[in-house]
């Protein structure tokens, strides 16, 4: 969570994927739509203002002793 904002809480999700592909597979599945977006006849109210998906490439060598 970002502190000291004084109009909203800001918080940051990381998750790491083995490829760019199960990510797709998995924001594209049935089970991640209902997750994240509630019926239309639903009278919740969502706390959200936004969000953006930012997408980060992690690149390591493994180094042998």
């Known amino acids: 969570m970002t ?10 999700v ?7 592909e199960d990510f797709t597979r998995w924001r594209s599945s049935d089970l991640f739509k209902e997750a994240h977006n509630p019926p239309e006849n639903s009278k919740e ?4 203002f936004g969000s953006e998906i930012i997408i980060s490439e992690i690149a390591s060598i493994l180094e042998r002793a």
């Open 3 to 12: 502190k000291n904002l004084t109009d909203y809480d800001e918080m940051n």
């Open 14 to 20: 990381n998750m790491y994927w083995e490829s760019i």
């Open 45 to 48: 109210h969502s706390p959200i």
